[in-house]
C-alpha cells in the first residue's frame, strides 16, 4: 500500500474509533491483516462459544479458520446440516463475528441483508459482536454509507451468489422486489445501549465488499 495511503487511513481510524467511543463501541486499529488477526484473538476469550454471519473480511484475516483450529466453541453454520439451528445458535453465543457493508467516519455502522440473520445478531443477542472492517469501508456520512452498501456491496454479493436480480446485472442498485434481492433489512448501528458489547477492528487494508 502507498505509504500516503497508509497515513491517511491511520489516521482516519483514529476519528472512526473516537465516533465508535462516543457510541458506546470500542473501536482498535490494525495495521494489517496478521495485527488484525492476533488482536482479534487476544479479544476473545478462549473455551467461549462463537458463531458469525456471512463476514468476507472475517476469513480474509483468517480468523475463522485460527478459531476452529484453537480451543474455542466455533460454531461453524457451513458445517451444521440443520441451518436454522445453526442460525438459532448466534443468538445465544459469547461472540458473533461480523463485518459491515459501510462505516461512518463518526461510527455509525451500516449493513443489509437477505435472511435478516446477520442483522438481527448484530442488534440483539450475542454477548458480544466483533466487527473486522477494512479501511475501504469508511464512508462521510450515513447516505454515503447506504450508497456503499446499495451500490457497491449488493451488487457484488448478488453476483457472488448467483442470484437473478437488477444489480447482479447492472452492477448498481435498482430498488428492486425481486424475489432473489438480498437489501431486504437495512440495519443502522448509531449507538450501543450496551457497553463492551460492539467491537470494531478497523484494519488498513481493503477487505470485503
Not at 462516543?22 to 491483516?33: E, L, P
Not at 476469513?59 to 439451528?85: C, S, T, V
Not at 467491537?199 to 477487505?207: A, E, Q, T
Amino acid at each position: 500500500m502507498d505509504q500516503n495511503i497508509f497515513k491517511r487511513n491511520e489516521l482516519l481510524a483514529q476519528k472512526v474509533i473516537k465516533g465508535l467511543k462516543s457510541r458506546q463501541m470500542t473501536g482498535y486499529y490494525a495495521a494489517d491483516k496478521a495485527e488484525a488477526l492476533k488482536l482479534a484473538l487476544s479479544l476473545i476469550p478462549e473455551e467461549c462459544s462463537i458463531t458469525m454471519g456471512g463476514a468476507m473480511s472475517a476469513h480474509e484475516i483468517g480468523l475463522p479458520q485460527a478459531l476452529a483450529e484453537g480451543n474455542y466453541n466455533f460454531i461453524d453454520r457451513d458445517k451444521i446440516e440443520d441451518k436454522r439451528a445453526a442460525m438459532l445458535a448466534a443468538y445465544d453465543a459469547d461472540w458473533f463475528l461480523a463485518s459491515a457493508n459501510a462505516m461512518t467516519e463518526d461510527g455509525i455502522i451500516v449493513n443489509i441483508d437477505g435472511n435478516a440473520n446477520r442483522v438481527s445478531a448484530i442488534a440483539q443477542g450475542p454477548r458480544h459482536v466483533l466487527f473486522i472492517v477494512g479501511m475501504n469501508k469508511i464512508c462521510d456520512d450515513v447516505d454515503g454509507a447506504l450508497k456503499r452498501a446499495r451500490n457497491v456491496a449488493a451488487p457484488i454479493n448478488a453476483q457472488r451468489f448467483g442470484l437473478d436480480t437488477p444489480c447482479a446485472k447492472t452492477g448498481s442498485c435498482m430498488n428492486c422486489k425481486s424475489p432473489d434481492t438480498i437489501c431486504c433489512q437495512f440495519l443502522v448501528t448509531r449507538y450501543s445501549k450496551h457497553p463492551d458489547r460492539i467491537h470494531v477492528i478497523l484494519v488498513n487494508d481493503f477487505l470485503g465488499f
